[in-house]
């Protein structure tokens, strides 16, 4: 096992109605204004929004509002939140829906503390030193936003889609009411599935150590996934298969399962975020698409945690069933696994793999993927 340093400052509140105490959890930390940041108006319709501002009026929390924030969180929508931040005298950012959203307001949170442009964070020209408190009101398990310092966000001139990771941006308070998530179409809910397993299996196949106590976490993680995946798809009022989902994501990128490891790599959402800044597919769509991909590509660099997966998850014997395995499920929850599912002809690969190896250069493991190793990557979806 690897030596690490393993803090994780926020606070989970999940259960019935837990989001009618919003206000109360911001006023215990001292916060009097927020900026309240939400997506295109589901909270509305499904009465969210009302039960948010009546907590927050109660608990005499002030708001300025940002709705609009989009499936593939975009820079303009940031720098807009931070001249409403910067001009309102706000003390925290409260995000209401998915990752998008609180992706989106974790990089206001940080914007708004700094004089520079805050896309300075995302190309590392600088590093984030404080940020205002996010608090959180969870409509979609998927990215463990809630619980973790990431933030990935799309410079809409250039389709750039970077990220950043900071423990200052981790939510203060993030609260989960599995019946919020009862409205998630069979679509958006198996692209969630795929993002969670994305999270467990890029360190678990790519790490130089990776100690078998963190292997059973990430296949522990990835068996309850699909298990409760397959039952939210027959019955999506199964409250507590629902809750389940939900606590599981959180663990797959909370910083838990990479403990301990060494030289893990995330060459998975690397492509993908290609393909969704290039296409606006959902991740969690483009995800189901690179990983199998990858994984033909890289299956002989790792022939041990290749078998371990097909027999632990799949009750496989080779190392292709790991493969096989997971893009079958894949399938069998309606997930697309190529490119044409997603309406991408192989005309597009090249600018994919020229977007990708931009970000694979900002990230640090351009000499791994070049482009034209990403090409050949691409090619095998």
Same mark, same amino acid.
């Given at each position: 096992m690897n030596d690490f340093t393993y803090y994780n400052p926020t606070k989970i509140e999940l259960g019935r109605g837990k989001e009618n105490n919003i206000g109360e959890y911001i006023s215990q930390s001292g916060v009097k204004k927020v900026l309240l940041l939400y997506g295109v108006g589901s909270i509305k319709k499904f009465g969210l929004y009302e039960r948010i501002i009546s907590s927050l009026k109660k608990s005499n929390i002030e708001f300025e509002e940002l709705s609009g924030v989009v499936s593939n969180p975009l820079l303009s929508k940031v720098n807009e939140g931070v001249e409403i931040v910067k001009g309102n005298n706000i003390e925290a950012i409260l995000g209401v829906g998915g990752g998008s959203v609180v992706d989106s307001a974790k990089a206001i949170a940080a914007g708004s503390k700094y004089d520079g442009d805050v896309w300075d964070f995302f190309i590392h020209k600088a590093?984030?030193?404080?940020?205002?408190?996010?608090?959180?009101?969870?409509?979609?398990?998927?990215?463990?936003?809630?619980?973790?310092?990431?933030?990935?966000?799309?410079?809409?001139?250039?389709?750039?889609? /970077?990220?950043?990771?900071?423990? !200052?941006?981790?939510?203060?308070?993030?609260?989960?009411?599995?019946?919020?998530?009862?409205?998630?179409?069979?679509?958006?809910?198996?692209?969630?599935?795929?993002?969670?397993?994305?999270?467990?299996?890029?360190? /678990?196949?790519?790490?130089?150590?990776?100690?078998?106590?963190?292997?059973?976490?990430?296949e522990s993680i990835i068996k309850s996934i699909m298990e409760t995946t397959e039952i939210l798809l027959k019955d999506p009022d199964?409250?507590?298969?629902?809750?389940?989902?939900?606590?599981?994501?959180?663990?797959?990128?909370?910083?838990?399962?990479?403990?301990?490891?060494?030289?893990g790599t995330f060459p998975n959402h690397m492509i993908e975020h290609s393909l969704s800044a290039l296409y606006n597919v959902p991740h969690g769509a483009g995800l189901a698409v690179v990983i199998p991909?990858?994984?033909?590509?890289?299956?002989?660099?790792?022939?041990?945690? @290749?078998?371990?997966?097909?027999?632990?998850?799949?009750?496989?014997?080779?190392?292709?069933?790991?493969?096989?395995?997971?893009?079958?499920? @894949?399938?069998?929850?309606?997930?697309?696994?190529?490119?044409?599912? !997603?309406?991408?002809?192989?005309?597009?690969?090249?600018?994919?793999?020229?977007?990708?190896?931009?970000?694979?250069?900002?990230?640090?493991?351009?000499?791994? /993927?070049?482009?034209?190793t990403i090409i050949e990557i691409l090619q095998k979806a």
């Open positions: 590093e984030i030193t404080e940020a205002l408190p996010v608090f959180t009101v969870m409509t979609l398990s998927a990215a463990a936003s809630e619980m973790n310092g990431n933030s990935v966000v799309m410079k809409d001139e250039t389709k750039q889609k /970077y990220s950043i990771a900071s423990v !200052l941006v981790n939510p203060v308070v993030s609260v989960i009411n599995p019946e919020l998530m009862a409205t998630v179409s069979k679509e958006y809910l198996a692209y969630s599935a795929v993002d969670v397993i994305s999270h467990c299996i890029e360190v /678990y196949f790519t790490a130089s150590v990776h100690p078998n106590f963190n292997s059973r976490i990430v199964n409250y507590d298969a629902r809750a389940e989902f939900a606590w599981v994501a959180i663990q797959g990128l909370n910083g838990l399962t990479p403990t301990g490891t060494k030289g991909a990858w994984m033909k590509w890289y299956i002989k660099q790792n022939k041990p945690q @290749f078998k371990r997966f097909a027999r632990e998850i799949f009750d496989g014997e080779s190392m292709n069933d790991a493969i096989e395995g997971l893009e079958n499920w @894949f399938n069998k929850i309606g997930a697309p696994t190529t490119l044409k599912g !997603l309406n991408i002809s192989r005309d597009g690969i090249e600018e994919i793999a020229e977007n990708a190896s931009q970000t694979a250069k900002v990230w640090g493991f351009s000499e791994l /993927y070049s482009k034209e």
